[in-house]
């Protein structure tokens, strides 16, 4: 939302015109930023279901490979 509101407040299409290096590495921080999300959103998930898994099957190798991402 505030990034729509910066990058996209005037009719230019050219938004790192002013200062290139800073623009650059703000949208770089950001892409970044929703990969760790969704990364991270993914360990929860495979750590969730393998605590489900491991409900009805007593095995624990699988654990340590979580901890080790």
């Known amino acids: 939302f505030i990034k729509d509101t910066v990058l996209f407040a005037d009719e230019t299409l050219?938004?790192?015109?002013?200062?290139?290096?800073?623009?650059?590495?703000?949208?770089?921080?950001?892409?970044?930023?929703?990969?760790?999300?969704?990364?991270?959103?993914?360990?929860?998930?495979?750590y969730l279901q393998t605590l489900l898994a491991l409900t009805f099957v007593l095995q624990r190798k699988y654990f340590w490979w979580y901890i080790l991402i």
């Not at 050219?14 to 991270?40: G, P």
């Open 14 to 46: 050219d938004h790192c015109s002013v200062s290139t290096v800073a623009c650059k590495s703000a949208v770089a921080f950001f892409q970044f930023s929703i990969l760790a999300n969704y990364f991270w959103l993914l360990v929860e998930g495979m």
